[in-house]
């Protein structure tokens, strides 16, 4: 009986997870994008053991991940604008296309066996030009499928659910194709599973919100939305704390090919393995805050996830084998995925729609714009000392930033839970 009402308890805490389910239209765009998001993180483990094999340096590795991220953090601010004046439906159709084209050239490269490090460089930069303006655009784009404002925290958790479970799947696929067709393999099947998301997209049918279209220059458009994201405590706080994380700590990520060939003595299936357990870890982190949905408390795990990731680095640095380093692998991918994605339900829920696109692009611009220059220091400290004391170095600042923001970032937050419920009053 207790075993049946605990099953029941469950049932009823994981069943409003899904009702955003009903919603015809974000059904149709959360498959679809589950799809192409599978492929993506194929594609994505698939280019990093590419450079691995064909540099075998740990110091390409960054520089490859710094050509595909910079763009982000210098259009980050610029892309926020275009998405809060242009339709973001349109340019999500847009970017998918492209993304598609971009994916259709690297594949047609490393099958005709006419593959470089440098065309891998110049298609990383596209890659990240066409991301710059993809993300924020998406992220803006959801609250015009939510039909019920009181699912926007659920459509957001269940994305991230969504972005992690892809993120399992995609890379010991990866890992298989790899091993039995070559890296090729994985570019193709990534540039079709572009056209699930495409047409998703095509058969969205929604009435677009009414929202104030700025009529201020660009450059007015950029000054005001500076001083509305780094004016208010709350989300200052949560994208400075995110761009230190993505500086010194997410980049490590990027010498998995490393740990997996030289550590491990293995191949690109364990490469897979250790990408695929961050996934799981991730997973858990999304289905955690799905349950919760709810901005309350947010503001203690923020920086437990923080402190949880760098625990995770240290830990991973220190083990030899591959179980242990996949079990260290999923407390890993809790720790950033906590910090991540309770971090964007903040925000979302704070911020006015007519300036959404452009505080995500700045949550973009923490994230994915600090990632490159993380990934080109990463990468050099790695050359000059040792893989294995790099991960120990950056787990260790992470763990101390998490101690030393603790105090502020609960205050800040706990006023940012105050103003929130004011903010979804506007929202609505």
Same mark, same amino acid.
């Given at each position: 009986?207790?075993?049946?009402?605990?099953?029941?308890?469950?049932?009823?805490?994981?069943?409003?997870?899904?009702?955003?389910?009903?919603?015809?239209?974000?059904?149709?765009?959360?498959?679809?994008?589950?799809?192409?998001?599978?492929?993506?993180?194929?594609?994505?483990?698939?280019?990093?053991?590419?450079?691995?094999?064909?540099?075998?340096?740990?110091?390409?590795?960054?520089?490859?991940?710094?050509?595909?991220?910079?763009?982000?953090?210098?259009?980050?601010?610029?892309?926020?604008?275009?998405?809060?004046?242009?339709?973001?439906?349109?340019?999500?159709?847009?970017?998918?296309?492209?993304?598609?084209?971009?994916?259709?050239?690297?594949?047609?490269?490393?099958?005709?066996?006419?593959?470089?490090?440098?065309?891998?460089?110049?298609?990383?930069?596209?890659?990240?030009?066409?991301?710059?303006?993809?993300?924020?655009?998406?992220?803006?784009?959801?609250?015009?499928?939510?039909?019920?404002?009181?699912?926007?925290?659920?459509?957001?958790?269940?994305?991230?659910?969504?972005?992690?479970?892809?993120?399992?799947?995609?890379?010991?696929?990866?890992?298989?194709?790899?091993?039995?067709? +070559?890296?090729? &393999?994985?570019?193709?099947?990534? *540039?079709?599973? /572009? %056209? !699930?998301?495409? =047409?998703?997209?095509? #058969?969205?049918?929604?009435?677009?919100?009414?929202?104030?279209?700025?009529?201020?220059?660009?450059?007015?458009?950029?000054?005001?939305?500076?001083?509305?994201?780094?004016?208010?405590?709350?989300?200052?706080?949560?994208?400075?704390?995110?761009?230190?994380?993505?500086?010194?700590?997410?980049?490590?990520?990027?010498?998995?090919?490393?740990?997996?060939?030289?550590?491990?003595?293995?191949?690109?299936?364990?490469?897979?393995?250790?990408? +695929?357990?961050? &996934?799981?870890?991730?997973?858990? *982190?999304?289905? /955690? %805050? !799905?349950?919760? =949905?709810?901005?309350? #408390?947010?503001?203690?795990?923020?920086?437990?996830?923080?402190?949880?990731?760098?625990?995770?680095?240290?830990?991973?640095?220190?083990?030899?084998?591959?179980?242990?380093?996949?079990?260290?692998?999923?407390?890993?991918?809790?720790?950033?995925?906590?910090?991540?994605?309770?971090?964007?339900?903040?925000?979302?829920?704070?911020?006015?729609?007519?300036?959404?696109?452009?505080?995500?692009?700045?949550?973009?611009?923490?994230?994915?714009?600090?990632?490159?220059?993380?990934?080109?220091?990463?990468?050099?400290?790695?050359?000059?000392?040792?893989?294995?004391?790099?991960?120990?170095?950056?787990?260790?600042?992470?763990?101390?930033?998490?101690?030393?923001?603790?105090?502020?970032?609960?205050?800040?937050?706990?006023?940012?839970?105050?103003?929130?419920?004011?903010?979804?009053?506007?929202?609505?």
């Amino acid at each position: 009986m207790a075993l049946e009402g605990c099953n029941r308890c469950y049932a009823s805490r994981l069943k409003p997870i899904f009702n955003v389910l009903h919603s015809e239209s974000y059904r149709l765009f959360f498959f679809g994008l589950g799809v192409s998001l599978t492929g993506s993180w194929m594609q994505r483990t698939a280019m990093s053991w590419l450079v691995y094999r064909l540099t075998n340096s740990a110091f390409s590795l960054g520089v490859v991940a710094f050509a595909g991220l910079v763009p982000n953090f210098v259009l980050a601010p610029l892309a926020g604008v275009v998405v809060d004046r242009w339709s973001r439906y349109r340019i999500i159709i847009v970017t998918q296309v492209l993304l598609m084209v971009q994916a259709s050239i690297l594949a047609f490269f490393v099958l005709s066996d006419s593959i470089s490090i440098w065309k891998l460089i110049y298609l990383s930069v596209i890659l990240g030009l066409i991301n710059a303006l993809d993300m924020p655009a998406r992220q803006s784009f959801l609250p015009e499928l939510i039909e019920k404002k009181e699912h926007l925290g659920n459509a957001i958790a269940l994305n991230s659910f969504l972005f992690n479970g892809s993120r399992l799947i995609g890379p010991s696929l990866a890992g298989i194709i790899i091993a039995s067709a +070559g890296e090729g &393999g994985c570019f193709v099947i990534n *540039a079709i599973s /572009y %056209l !699930a998301v495409i =047409a998703a997209l095509l #058969g969205i049918r929604i009435q677009p919100k009414k929202r104030r279209i700025p009529t201020s220059s660009v450059l007015k458009g950029l000054k005001e939305g500076f001083s509305y994201a780094f004016g208010m405590a709350p989300i200052r706080s949560i994208i400075l704390l995110l761009g230190l994380v993505n500086l010194i700590g997410v980049p490590c990520l990027v010498l998995m090919p490393v740990i997996a060939k030289d550590i491990l003595s293995g191949g690109p299936q364990t490469l897979g393995f250790l990408t +695929g357990a961050s &996934g799981v870890g991730a997973l858990l *982190a999304a289905t /955690y %805050l !799905a349950i919760r =949905a709810k901005a309350n #408390g947010l503001e203690k795990i923020v920086w437990l996830g923080v402190f949880f990731f760098g625990l995770g680095l240290i830990s991973f640095s220190l083990s030899r084998a591959i179980w242990l380093s996949m079990a260290f692998m999923v407390v890993i991918g809790f720790g950033m995925v906590v910090q991540m994605a309770s971090s964007n339900t903040i925000l979302q829920t704070l911020v006015d729609d007519d300036k959404r696109g452009r505080v995500m692009s700045f949550y973009n611009m923490a994230i994915l714009g600090m990632a490159p220059f993380g990934s080109l220091l990463i990468g050099s400290i790695a050359s000059i000392i040792s893989t294995l004391e790099t991960l120990l170095l950056s787990g260790s600042i992470c763990i101390l930033a998490s101690f030393m923001l603790t105090r502020r970032l609960s205050e800040t937050l706990s006023f940012f839970i105050k103003l929130g419920s004011q903010s979804r009053n506007r929202i609505g």
